[in-house]
Nanobody, 114 residues
């Protein structure tokens, strides 16, 4: 069974940084395109970053230049480094596949507020 456990969220001031982690089990992340998603209150879940099996990454325009997705194959973990955080980045963040979606984890809450 595929499972994702997200962590690293919290409360941060505008302009601050956080590093999110997603520990995967039941799936070898190096073989798949993996993504970070977020869902703000009252909004649809959106894909903000993806990393292909070959290592190429893409980021949504809203986070480009501020967020960076990466992975550690040995740890089977996907990361999202978030810098220059803005209040509009407030959301619950999840990781999952991209071409194929699996059961969602509990996510990790990110709040950006002064």
């Amino acid at each position: 069974q595929v499972q994702f456990v997200e962590s690293g969220g919290g409360l941060v001031q505008p302009g601050g940084s956080l590093r999110l982690s997603c520990a995967a089990s039941g799936i070898k992340i190096s073989l798949f395109t993996m993504g970070w998603y977020r869902q703000a209150p009252g909004e649809r879940r959106e894909l903000v970053a993806r990393i292909y099996s070959g290592g190429v990454t893409t980021h949504a325009d809203s986070v480009k230049g501020r967020f960076t997705i990466s992975r550690d194959n040995a740890r089977n973990t996907v990361y999202l480094q978030m810098n220059s955080l803005k209040p509009e980045d407030k959301a619950v963040y999840y990781c999952n596949g991209v071409s194929s979606l699996y059961n969602w984890g509990q996510g990790t809450q990110v709040t950006v507020s002064a």
